[in-house]
């Protein structure tokens, strides 16, 4: 029975790998989703701010004309000028103010993530898979609510409910995905987990498009996202195992093995390890720089190009799952520190793609867009997947938490970096961009080189074992 069994798992993939790659591909679909949820209050904004009535006013073009824009309009800064033209209307903008921004925006982004972390601390002691399921019978009922809803307070409350629930699914799936694969699998598990989520802000479009034409209101876009968010709630409640904490990590009878009664204190700890804080920083500038070369394609490469603003996002997901391949393969050989080896050195390259991005035009400049953007999926990959092998099983829901709400928050506010660079009207736009890309990839590259000197240095007493005294305060550094 034996020699039969391991015959067939040789043939093919075993009962846990098929298991791991299912909750991967299940995961990735729940992550489409949210991130189409979350995008689309950005793309309607607009529209709901007109029914709901909140945030600023102005000229806009009167949406029962057809084939009229906003340029003209614009232009109008009063409401009695604006409404002497038949082809403008004086209405809600649904963005540039704290009402708008709670909704879809900086501020929404900052409580959401907030509340995640804090709802995060339940999956060190909870099973992550019933955290995570309620999660997403949450997020199916507040959708619907977020469709009904008629006052600001209502919008304003359930869609930071439905976010929060939305932001849990990166640290609970990320922490599950790493309990079902090997370390030496986990960061091109990781580039494939991430992709829907980028790729989402791109679905969201389409499907607010799609459903315009059809001439449907904007809470209709809520209404069928309850359909695949229910079915999410069910295969994620009736098909998924919760995997054991750290069952594939060798780092049994060490303060790294997983401990679903870790105090506190020693989780804030291993959060706050030099080596987590400055790699976490370093992928957090990465991160930025591909959002500011995203949002400024055109700008970059001048308006004449054709190239559609989604290229440079795709790019980025390609590079996330090809680095994150390379990345496991500089694991077999150095672990922990080949990660980091490969993300500096494709945060290195990164620099002078930037360079060839604000300084040359054409041709040119579109290649060093598209090098950039794949180099810097490569290094955020890297970086992430190997600080998920510098914490315990049982804290890396925390520290993802932690990760999505740093990134998260940091690019919602990546234009404030090129105003800074702006300040007094000393720099034109394109010249601050010059300065704010390589300046991005320079400071990631020297975040994530010392936090490698770091890991050179801690390897070793991470694995003391756990019964050692030094495990009541963590090890230290020095």
């Not at 009402?99 to 879809?104: F, G």
């Not at 459903?211 to 359909?227: D, E, L, N, P």
């Not at 989780?267 to 370093?282: D, I, K, N, R, Y």
């Not at 300046?439 to 003391?464: M, Q």
Request: proline share 3%.
């Amino acid at each position: 029975h034996t020699h039969t069994h391991s015959t067939m798992m040789g043939c093919g993939m075993s009962d846990e790998r098929r298991s791991g790659v299912y909750t991967l591909v299940l995961l990735m679909h729940v992550m489409l989703m949210a991130s189409v949820d979350d995008n689309s209050m950005s793309v309607l904004s607009g529209e709901v701010a007109q029914d709901v009535h909140f945030g600023v006013r102005a000229c806009l073009h009167n949406s029962t004309i057809v084939h009229t824009s906003d340029d003209v309009c614009l232009n109008f800064t009063t409401k009695q000028a604006c409404l002497q033209s038949a082809l403008c209307a004086w209405t809600y903008t649904g963005k540039g103010d704290t009402e708008s921004s709670l909704v879809a925006g900086p501020w929404y982004t900052l409580t959401k993530t907030c509340l995640a972390i804090g709802f995060a601390f339940a999956g060190q002691r909870y099973s992550r898979k019933i955290v995570l399921t309620l999660a997403l019978a949450v997020w199916s009922i507040l959708s619907f609510a977020v469709g009904n809803c008629q006052l600001y307070w209502q919008l304003a409350v359930m869609r930071t409910l439905a976010g929060t629930a939305t932001a849990m699914c990166v640290p609970f799936a990320t922490a599950i995905l790493c309990d079902l694969f090997e370390p030496k699998l986990r960061a091109g598990m990781l580039g494939f987990f991430i992709t829907p989520g980028l790729i989402g802000s791109l679905a969201a479009v389409e499907f607010c498009n799609m459903i315009a034409q059809q001439g449907s209101s904007w809470r209709t876009v809520y209404f069928f996202t309850i359909i695949p968010s229910f079915a999410f709630t069910m295969l994620m409640g009736l098909t998924v195992t919760e995997p054991q904490r750290g069952a594939k990590d060798m780092v049994k009878g060490t303060i790294m093995q997983a401990n679903t009664e870790r105090p506190l204190k020693q989780t804030l700890w291993f959060m706050f390890l030099p080596s987590v804080v400055l790699a976490g920083a370093g992928a957090c500038m990465s991160a930025m720089s591909a959002v500011v070369t995203g949002d400024n394609v055109q700008v970059l490469l001048g308006k004449e190009s054709d190239v559609e603003d989604w290229v440079p996002l795709v790019l980025l997901c390609v590079g996330g799952v090809c680095g994150g391949c390379v990345a496991d393969l500089s694991w077999r050989r150095r672990g922990v520190q080949g990660r980091l080896v490969v993300s500096a050195a494709a945060a290195t390259m990164a620099i002078g793609a930037s360079v060839l991005v604000v300084e040359s035009h054409g041709t040119a400049a579109w290649f060093g867009v598209a090098l950039q953007m794949l180099l810097t999926g490569t290094s955020s990959t890297a970086t992430v997947a190997a600080i998920l092998e510098l914490v315990p099983a049982d804290v890396r829901t925390m520290v993802m938490a932690v990760m999505y709400a740093l990134t998260a928050n940091l690019c919602e506010n990546s234009d404030s970096l090129l105003k800074a660079f702006q300040r007094h009207g000393t720099l034109s736009f394109h010249t601050s961009l010059a300065c704010t890309l390589p300046s991005l990839h320079a400071g990631g590259v020297l975040l994530t080189v010392v936090a490698l000197w770091f890991v050179r240095r801690t390897d070793g007493r991470l694995l003391l074992p756990a019964a050692q005294p030094l495990l009541a305060n963590g090890p230290s550094h020095r």
